[in-house]
């Protein structure tokens, strides 16, 4: 009921391309979330979030897509850039909040020059 | 403004003994946050910490503990050390109340048990 899973766990994308993350949930009480990125040595840091009253959220080159009847959203990196290279992880909480997240098993994203 | 700090870095125990790990959280933030990453793996929710009271517990043992300070940092304890406890731990710090307000990540503390 608590987990989160995270698809695929390794993707490797060229220069200009889209990568896609997929993420599914089982837990109906999950009403936040967040993308996280992670570089090798750095903590994780928030790239963007989505509550289910929504159906999609862009911000820059990154987008959120939301189905809440199938319990799934992904993250769409637009025009993918080297500097992009990190691992991904999705994540999920109840109360509309960051405050007890339950992370995915992450992505290992490489893009290619 | 300074981010989320936490030390020692890195540290090699052995099975057995005990370790605390200390976190400064984001000026501003009265809310910590303490998680587990395992090698390859997501990070997991120990607990959190909001006006120096446990406010949230995932599924770890006892053994795990942790206190807040006034000044909002942190220490998270782990005796009785086992293998399975080498990872990464995450301090993650947070404004307002433990149920608004987004999480800020230190580097975390990476502990070794030998």
């Known amino acids: 009921q608590q987990q989160v899973k995270q698809s695929p766990q390794s993707l490797i994308v060229q220069k200009g391309g889209i990568s896609i993350i997929n993420c599914a949930y089982e837990n109906t009480a999950f009403d936040y979330f967040p993308w996280y990125q992670q570089f090798p040595g750095k903590g994780p840091a928030l790239l963007i979030a989505i509550r289910p009253d929504v159906s999609e959220k862009k911000e820059g080159r990154f987008t959120i897509s939301f189905n809440k009847s199938a319990k799934q959203f992904s993250l769409h990196i637009m025009d993918s850039q080297p500097g992009d290279s990190a691992t991904y992880f999705c994540a999920a909480s109840p109360g509309g909040s960051a405050r007890q997240l339950t992370f995915g098993s992450g992505t290992q994203l490489t893009v290619l020059p | 403004e300074t981010g989320v700090t936490q030390s020692p870095t890195h540290l090699i125990k052995t099975r057995g003994q005990q370790v605390t790990l200390r976190c400064s959280s984001q000026?501003?933030?009265?809310?910590v946050s303490w998680y587990q990453q395992a090698l390859g793996q997501g990070p997991q929710f120990i607990f959190q910490?909001?006006?120096?009271?446990?406010?949230g517990r995932g599924n770890f043992p006892p053994r795990f503990s942790g206190l807040q300070f006034p000044n909002y940092s942190s220490e998270l304890n782990v005796n009785a050390l086992e293998l399975d406890d080498s990872a990464l731990y995450l301090c993650?710090?947070?404004?307002?109340?433990?149920?608004?307000?987004?999480?800020?990540f230190g580097e975390g503390s990476r502990l070794t048990v030998l």
């Open positions: 993650a710090s947070s404004s307002g109340t433990p149920y608004t307000g987004e999480l800020f």
């Open positions: 000026s501003g933030h009265n809310t």
């Open positions: 910490y909001y006006r120096e009271e446990e406010n």
